[in-house]
């Protein structure tokens, strides 16, 4: 599959034998093992939670997070701010944030969340409530046209 994104482009090998698998093993990353880092997120292949009963195998999913060092950075940047700015304020950052609230960004959101509500408690300061982290994510489809483009028939 040809996976492909402005200049930034993706070959995924499926299931089976391919002669791309077979000739450039050394260049091949698995998913499972390496997640595909782009645009801040992380994309990787794992399996799900419990084995299915009659000992059937697990079932896997895609699993979609913000990228380790850009959560750090992400993290860092509201601690150094969590003290030092209004709950108005830290709330605007929080809803300023590009990520979908994929289940696993949604965790990676209330991890930051709640340190930055420690940091702010510890000085006595109120907390920014839960609902400026907005978690809910918003469905797009994949090929739909933006609201700032013409549609064809306002364009006429």
Known sequence: ??????DWFLLLA???????????????RDCRRHPIRF?????????????PK???????HACVR?????????????MTRACHRSVANLADDFRRIPYARYAPIRRQLLHIHRAVNRARS???YDPVPV??????????????????QPTSAAAA
């Open 1 to 6: 599959q040809y996976i492909r994104y402005q």
């Open 14 to 28: 499926t299931e089976g034998h391919h002669p791309v698998k077979q000739h450039e093993h050394h260049q091949i």
């Open 39 to 51: 645009e801040g997120y992380s994309l990787s292949y794992r399996r799900g939670g419990a084995t």
């Open 54 to 60: 009659g000992g059937g195998e697990p079932k896997w």
């Open 66 to 78: 913000i990228e380790p060092t850009t959560y750090k950075e992400l993290k860092a940047y509201f």
């Open 122 to 124: 510890s000085i006595g």
């Open 131 to 148: 609902s400026a982290l907005c978690l809910r994510r918003r469905i797009t489809l994949p090929f739909a046209e933006s609201p700032e």
